[in-house]
């Protein structure tokens, strides 16, 4: 699959992401993925864990598709607690790179309120084009 992450001449190349991401196949849009399993049951009240756990989830539907990781081209994360989301990004930088492994992904992240699930304190929606 060929992605091309899109840089504009002259600015820095952004770290953990990309600017934007031109890709041509088949389109998969993933709801958002919280970190439950497939029993609908919380696997953690840790936010590095559940967004582990949210990341297994957008594979497990791209892989129903076709799909492999390198396919992703957009995520936004929705977060309850920037903080949090930032205290933890080291380790979930690690289990990105293991499960993802490439930050050529459009993304946002978005502090929210709350998310519709209680316990849930990440929710992360993607789009992927496979092309093969």
Do not use: C
Request: net charge neutral.
């Amino acid at each position: 699959m060929k992605k091309k992450p899109l840089l504009p001449a002259g600015w820095l190349k952004p770290r953990g992401y990309a600017n934007g991401v031109a890709a041509s196949g088949t389109q998969v849009y993933i709801a958002g993925q919280i970190g439950w399993n497939a029993e609908a049951r919380m696997t953690s009240d840790l936010f590095a864990e559940q967004a582990a756990q949210a990341l297994r989830n957008v594979l497990a539907v791209l892989r129903e598709a076709g799909g492999r990781p390198e396919h992703l081209v957009r995520m936004t994360w929705y977060v309850t607690d920037k903080r949090e989301y930032l205290a933890a990004l080291k380790q979930i930088g690690q289990t990105f790179r293991e499960l993802i492994g490439d930050y050529d992904i459009a993304m946002s992240a978005v502090q929210v309120v709350a998310l519709i699930e209680d316990e849930a304190k990440v929710e992360i929606e993607a789009t992927a084009v496979i092309t093969d």
